[in-house]
T-cell receptor, first 111, second 117 residues
Framework: QSALTQPASVSGSPGQSITISCTGT?????????VSWYQQHPGKAPKLMIY???NRPSGVSYRFSGSKSGNTASLTISGLQAEDEADYYCNSYTSSSTPWVFGGGTKLTVL | QVQVVESGGGVVQPGGSRRLSCVTPGITSEYYSMHWVRQAPGKGLEWVAF????????YYADSVRGRFTSSRDNSKTVVYLQMDSLRVEDTALYYCAKDQNWGFGAWGQGTMVTVSS
């Protein structure tokens, strides 16, 4: 069982917006601003999409945005495109004995 | 864009050992703190280990603490993950990733470790 909870799947049509949630505790998401999000296409390495809750690395589309409220972080993808279809993982630094934890992953389907 | 290349994977028997290597071609890795992250076949990502750029701080997941050890060589161009007392459940694709603002920036393509008799 993952330390962070994500929905197993989400879907949306091209052009729509979707939001993926990532729920943790006050020891991880709620207690630190070190939440990051990763996109992984089949057979490929993960790619950093968001770091420190809401910052986009250079080269990542403005359509990707991150936020946090309490113990829950969110990734929003606006203007869905077919190429966005992938697995998405959240990660947070934690105060526990395992200092970084991932969510279980969310499969995004673009209809 | 920083490149990351892992090597050292293979098939090992339960209870055996394996050492993985991670290099950043063209860049002196001493400037980077590095993570190891693994992904079992068909499963999600699991953070495994971290080593700071100066090698003085190391952290491990509960699932591998006491069995896995991260290190870097004196020239600090290579980061290692020594894996001992391997278990079937350690079977996974092992990624090395550069630390970026407490997340994982550049990733390699991974090296597969299979623990099987």
């Amino acid at each position: 069982q993952s330390a962070l909870t994500q929905p197993a799947s989400v879907s949306g049509s091209p052009g729509q917006s979707i939001t993926i949630s990532c729920t943790g505790t006050s020891s991880d998401i709620g207690g630190h601003n070190y939440v990051s999000w990763y996109q992984q296409h089949p057979g490929k390495a993960p790619k950093l999409m968001i770091y420190e809750v809401s910052n986009r690395p250079s080269g990542v589309s403005y359509r990707f945005s991150g936020s946090k409220s309490g113990n829950t972080a969110s990734l929003t993808i606006s203007g869905l495109q077919a190429e966005d279809e992938a697995d998405y993982y959240c990660n947070s630094y934690t105060s526990s004995s395992t200092p970084w934890v991932f969510g279980g992953g969310t499969k995004l389907t673009v209809l | 864009q920083v490149q990351v290349v892992e090597s050292g994977g293979g098939v090992v028997q339960p209870g055996g050992s394996r050492r993985l290597s991670c290099v950043t071609p063209g860049i002196t890795s001493e400037y980077y703190s590095m993570h190891w992250v693994r992904q079992a076949p068909g499963k999600g990502l699991e953070w495994v280990a971290f080593i700071r750029n100066d090698g003085n701080d190391k952290y491990y997941a509960d699932s591998v603490r006491g069995r896995f050890t991260s290190s870097r060589d004196n020239s600090k161009t290579v980061v290692y993950l020594q894996m001992d007392s391997l278990r079937v459940e350690d079977t996974a694709l092992y990624y090395c990733a550069k630390d970026q603002n407490w997340g994982f920036g550049a990733w390699g393509q991974g090296t597969m470790v299979t623990v099987s008799s």
